[in-house]
């Protein structure tokens, strides 16, 4: 069983500075737990769209229930591979990410689609989705409801740090 998540969000924001945003996420108070992010593979395809592979590496505080999963020595880091395609065409980034480790106690695919939206000419929709699973036999549900809840918080912190970035540009940019 997995559980699923989906938000729609309108960002007051054009879509070509959600996109600068994006790339500029990093570090921002509301994401203290990113530790790294390392651009792994970048590439302009044929039909102008950017493909890129980011490397990230988070921390992830567990609750106390949890710790009886984990051995004394395991690393508490999360590395987190981000896939992203930018199209400038059809003015969208949409971004798959998805954990390395720990995927026995917790998996967790996130899907967003940063959309130019057709209602407002000078905002940008994000669509996010994710899926979290668990291979916990017999607590792979409350695995899955913590992880959930986890992840609804987590997402208020990264609209934050998106928007924490936008704002961090509009100061820079004499537009």
């Given at each position: 069983m997995v559980k699923y998540f989906c938000s729609k969000t309108d960002i007051s924001s054009t879509w070509d500075h959600v996109?600068?945003?994006?790339?500029?996420?990093?570090?921002?108070?509301?994401?203290?737990?990113v530790l790294t992010e390392d651009v792994v593979y970048r590439e302009v395809t044929a039909d102008h769209k950017l493909l890129s592979r980011r490397?990230?590496?988070?921390t992830n505080r567990l609750p106390r229930w949890a710790e009886r999963f984990f051995p004394a020595g395991m690393s508490r880091s999360v590395y987190i591979v981000e896939d992203s395609i930018v199209d400038p065409v059809n003015r969208s980034l949409t971004t798959y990410t998805w954990n390395l480790n720990h995927t026995t106690l917790?998996?967790?695919?996130?899907?967003?689609?940063?959309?130019?939206?057709?209602?407002?000419?000078?905002?940008?929709?994000?669509?996010?989705?994710?899926?979290i699973s668990s291979g916990i036999y017999g607590f792979s549900r409350p695995i899955q409801e913590f992880g959930l809840a986890r992840f609804k918080?987590?997402?208020?912190k990264?609209?934050?740090?998106?928007?924490?970035?936008?704002?961090?540009?509009q100061v820079s940019c004499p537009c």
């Open positions: 996109v600068s945003a994006f790339w500029q996420r990093y570090p921002n108070p509301f994401s203290t737990h490397l990230l590496m988070k917790m998996s967790v695919e996130e899907r967003c689609v940063f959309q130019d939206s057709v209602e407002q000419p000078a905002a940008t929709l994000l669509k996010r989705e994710a899926w918080s987590n997402q208020v990264a609209m934050k740090g998106l928007e924490y970035a936008l704002s961090n540009l």
